[in-house]
């Protein structure tokens, strides 16, 4: 938080990103970070991270280092790039359970409310993207109301799969 709490410090988020992830450290330094209403939580356009001011200061330093981390490594992955014509919630889910899985493996603590999905750490974010969006299909989850499309906290869960 910033001297008189208000607002996320930004340079406290790089400082604990590139402790995390020294060998991205001029990468961190140069990323550039925006406040924005126009997202839940946080959100990237392929250059930009965009955070929610109010949400994120109201998480713990441990769960923004996460959130900003999960953006870090979309850009890193070129997540918005390979995204093409593909549905955009259910490329966003498939995108977040990957990163969630790697950051998970590098030993972040993980909120409850990120996208941990059997096969993140196992696949990429293409094969994921299959993956949900046969789920959705089957279930009629990819016929999301526009207005949370671009919702990067909208969570799709399914149930467990069934086992022969």
Known sequence: MRKGGEGVDIQEVRGDLAERFPLWTERIRLLRFQSSDAVTLTD????VIYYNDDAMTRRSRESRCFYMARQLLHLQLAHYARRGDRDLLVWKRA???VADAMLRDEGFQVPTDAALLRGGSTLSAEEMYE???ARAESE???DVPPETQDDPTVTVTFPEEKRN
């Open 95 to 97: 995108c977040d359970a």
């Open 131 to 133: 993956v949900l969006l």
């Open 140 to 142: 009629e989850l990819s």
């Open 44 to 47: 990237n356009d392929g250059a």
